[in-house]
């Protein structure tokens, strides 16, 4: 049994299989990437009954990660790394002008924008992708290449916001991961005016309680790109593993660059099940068929977007 990668449970199933042969053919097909050196094995699908996390390993119970050079290729598409998020309208309502921001997996920065001008002072950003390091330079942020369960160690309790846009996903290990956010947060109880909603955890993730959760053959939420999966079950039970009060949940509309994404999706539903990836005759006939079948299909004005924002008080 394989514990839970968030709480640790070893309350967990597995549900599907999928072939390292089938993951790096349509890495090569939709992205001309080699992955073949990242997924060296078949992958295994959990789900974590105490939580509700899906997550990925590896037969060998490894768990497969993008490098430097996977995330540099995708760096490359114009696409990437938007300047302009949904989510980043949202979360600034939450910050004050004089807060500290940490953010964790910032891209080029684009959030630090989006900040008070005096925010934007005192913003920090971490980063692996040297590419997106560069990319922040230019707009006059420094980030850094460091993880943050090593930053943490010598930044205890500095930020008022600690904030991951579309990252924890990403990440094998996530308790680790939202523990050190935790650690660079400020203590409300030792703060003078502690038990506010200063100090503050936000997290963007894809929501796999929108249409995404149907999306098959979606490599970019497989490994070596997505490690894990979360519903708004799976938010709401953070808040308990971590001690913290869940103050906001929030869902966006479809957005205008996942119109097409969320026609195509629903369109194959209609038609087909919806394993991880299904690489058959069928399928392919579906999908060309839906060049002209996705005009029909209407988003209904409460449908969950791509992606869900949680903010977390510290207690």
Not at 89 to 115: P, R
Not at 147 to 164: R, V
Not at 277 to 286: E, L, Q, T, Y
């Amino acid at each position: 049994m394989t514990n839970c990668i968030l709480c640790h449970s070893n309350n967990t199933e597995i549900t599907q299989e999928v072939k390292q042969d089938d993951i790096n053919a349509l890495c090569r097909k939709v992205y001309g990437m080699d992955t073949s050196y990242l997924i060296t094995n078949d992958l295994l699908y959990h789900h974590c009954k105490s939580c509700d996390l899906r997550f990925f390993t590896t037969k060998d119970g490894t768990i497969p990660t993008g490098d430097n050079n996977f995330y540099n290729t995708l760096t490359e598409l114009d696409w990437y790394y938007f300047s302009e998020k949904h989510e980043y309208s949202f979360a600034k309502q939450f910050i004050n002008k004089d807060s500290k921001v940490l953010e964790v997996g910032c891209g080029k920065a684009a959030f630090a924008h989006f900040l008070p001008q005096e925010a934007k002072a005192h913003y920090v950003g971490l980063e692996f992708n040297t590419q997106a390091k560069e990319l922040a330079a230019k707009n006059g942020i420094l980030i850094e290449n460091i993880p943050i369960e090593e930053y943490a160690k010598s930044h205890a309790h500095s930020f008022d916001i600690a904030c991951s846009f579309q990252v924890l996903e990403h990440v094998s290990n996530p308790h680790g991961f939202i523990s050190a956010q935790i650690q660079c947060l400020k203590d409300s109880q030792l703060s003078m005016g502690g038990g506010h909603n200063k100090y503050l955890l936000i997290i963007a993730v894809p929501s796999e309680d929108s249409f995404i959760q149907y999306c098959v053959n979606g490599i970019l939420n497989m490994p070596p790109h997505h490690i894990s999966r979360f519903s708004d079950n799976t938010l709401h039970n953070i808040a308990d593993i971590f001690n913290l009060k869940l103050i906001n949940l929030h869902h966006e509309n479809v957005q205008n660059e996942h119109i097409e994404f969320y026609k195509s999706t629903m369109w194959a539903k209609l038609f087909l099940p919806t394993p991880l990836v299904d690489r058959g005759f069928f399928r392919k006939i579906i999908n060309r068929l839906g060049r002209i079948g996705k005009h029909c299909i209407k988003i209904p004005p409460n449908a969950y977007g791509h992606t869900a924002v949680a903010i977390y008080k510290i207690k």
